[in-house]
């Protein structure tokens, strides 16, 4: 249990991974800022903190705009003086992922938001956690981020690369300043996001992935450690995990 006051950032904080990691940091104490491009479902996770007594906010944000992010790590510092924890949950992909089919615009979003806004939001806390001499950041990426695979794409799996090779390099230069960042890669994971899979998995499938909040005890695991511990990286997968078991709906 965090017991003194710890202001987390949470980007794709309204749904999915991000919507479980605030509920998760929020028990715990922490005083929690959502963000994210829909305000209504970041209203409603921030109702559903209040009504269980914790402390959250909403702040509506587009991580691809540079400008906006910075602007939006102004105000929660102005607000709160500091940002413990940086939560990169926001991530997209597109029906339309494989060689056959993708296009340029579609390759462009993803890496506009799964690879840029990720280090937009990490360079827009990074003065304020070098003057704390204390930090964590939490980079979501993916399995993919480590195994390639057909299904996520080319563009997904590349930005999910990225996000990994990013958090390390932060590691290497930030270590010196008491900062750490570990990069979360879940497998299949029953969120909204499944819905833009070119064959959304079944109930019973989505049943059997990982759920939300299994994602949500992970971040808060990483969050409540000791600032000598880094957790470097997390690769977290279902037990009854697709990518191993040959099934029509993983090859999609």
């Known amino acids: 249990m965090v017991k003194e006051k710890r202001i987390v950032w ?17 028990a715990e104490g922490w005083t ?34 540079a400008a906006d992010v910075q602007a939006a790590a102004d105000a929660i510092l102005a607000r709160h003086g500091r940002i413990d924890l940086l939560v990169n949950s926001a991530g997209v992909n597109v ?30 806390v990074l003065p304020a956690m070098r003057a704390q001499q204390d930090g964590t950041i939490i980079n979501v990426s993916s399995w993919a981020g480590r195994h390639v695979s057909k299904m996520p794409g080319p563009a997904y799996t590349s930005t999910k690369h990225a996000v990994l090779a990013l958090t390390h390099s932060f590691n290497m230069e930030e270590c010196v300043n008491g900062l750490r960042a570990c990069c979360l890669m ?9 819905e833009q899979r070119p064959v959304v998995p079944s109930a019973a499938e989505q049943a059997r992935m990982l759920q939300p909040e299994d994602l949500g005890r992970t971040i808060a695991f990483v ?7 880094c957790v470097n990286e997390i690769l977290i ?15 999609d």
């Not at 949470?10 to 929020?26: F, Q, W």
């Open 32 to 65: 929690v800022i959502v963000s994210g491009r829909r305000m209504a479902a970041l209203e409603a996770v921030v109702a559903k903190i209040a009504a269980a007594g914790g402390t959250a906010e909403a702040v509506a944000l587009d991580v691809a705009k």
């Open 186 to 194: 879940p497998g299949e994971v029953a969120t909204p996001i499944l």
């Open 95 to 124: 029906p339309k992922r494989r060689w056959d089919d993708m296009t340029i615009e579609g390759w462009n979003q993803l890496v506009e938001i799964n690879l840029n806004g990720v280090l937009y939001c990490m360079k827009a």
């Open 10 to 26: 949470i980007t794709g904080g309204g749904t999915g991974i991000g919507e479980a990691g605030a509920l998760a940091l929020a």
């Open 223 to 229: 969050a409540n450690m000791p600032p000598r511990v």
């Open 237 to 251: 997968s279902p037990t009854w995990n697709r990518g191993f078991i040959q099934t029509p709906g993983n090859r």
